[in-house]
């Protein structure tokens, strides 16, 4: 079946640190990937998103992209601030259409430091 | 402003009692609607799948007749856990998928004591 495995967490950075969050996955067929942002208190929020290889999908600074030769998605951004404190799930559908049924990762707790 | 509701955000009930979580979709039609359960700093599992006015489909292992799920409108759908364990106590999320868009819900904190 499909899986999702995320670089395990918790990370630590001073501000305007850069930081990457390594998304691998497994799935049959061509799956969308999907950065989710879940900050302290509140509900799940798309960040990102990419449909199809090589695609790079971006948001308030961050990054990541669709590497179908290493069945990776990525997360990165150069400079990160305080506000950034939060869980990222990495999370694939291999479902088209809007019904979107997602895998998700184990999350990773990032705490930026000023 | 939020797009998928729940309500109630936490609460907190005796074992043995039913607690009901209600996931609205704010602004849109939401043929289908996904359960998840999040356990404390683990990911979020999937527990079930409804869409409107038809039973749901639930994920392997997870009891049907423990967490009853109905989505009698395209806005509502709700989840039900009964006779509630204090193992019962998670973080439940909805998400909201329509055409074009699918959102999450904020959550439920469910305690049982």
């Known amino acids: 079946g499909d899986s999702v495995t995320q670089m395990e967490g918790p990370v630590t950075l001073s501000e305007e640190a850069f930081l990457t969050i390594n998304c691998t996955y497994t799935?049959?067929?061509?799956?969308?990937l999907f950065w989710y942002v879940q900050y302290p208190g509140e509900g799940l929020q798309l960040l990102l998103k990419?449909?199809?290889?090589?695609d790079k999908g971006s948001n308030k600074g961050f990054e990541a992209t669709y590497r179908k030769e290493t069945t990776s998605f990525h997360l990165e951004k150069g400079s990160v601030q305080v506000s950034d404190s939060a869980v990222y799930f990495c999370?694939?559908?291999?479902?088209?259409?809007?019904?979107?049924?997602?895998?998700f990762g184990s999350g990773t707790q990032l705490t930026v430091l000023p | 402003g939020a797009v998928v509701s729940q309500h109630p955000s936490r609460v907190i009930c005796k074992s043995g009692t039913s607690v009901k979580i209600e996931c609205r979709s704010l602004?849109?039609?939401?043929?289908?609607m996904f359960w998840y359960r999040q356990f404390p700093k683990k990911s979020l599992m999937l527990m079930a799948t409804?869409?409107?006015?038809?039973?749901?489909?639930?994920e392997q292992g997870v009891e049907k007749d423990k967490f009853l799920i109905n989505h009698a409108s395209l806005t509502l759908s709700t989840l039900t856990v009964t006779s509630a364990h204090p193992e019962d106590s998670s973080f439940y999320i909805c998400?909201?998928?329509?055409?074009?868009?699918?959102?999450f819900g904020p959550g439920t904190r469910l305690t049982v004591l």
């Open positions: 998400s909201a998928s329509g055409p074009g868009r699918s959102f």
């Open positions: 602004d849109f039609q939401a043929t289908t």
């Open positions: 409804s869409n409107e006015g038809s039973k749901a489909t639930y």
């Open positions: 999370a694939l559908s291999d479902q088209g259409g809007s019904a979107r049924q997602l895998t």
């Open positions: 990419a449909t199809k290889a090589d």
């Open positions: 799935a049959t067929g061509y799956p969308s």
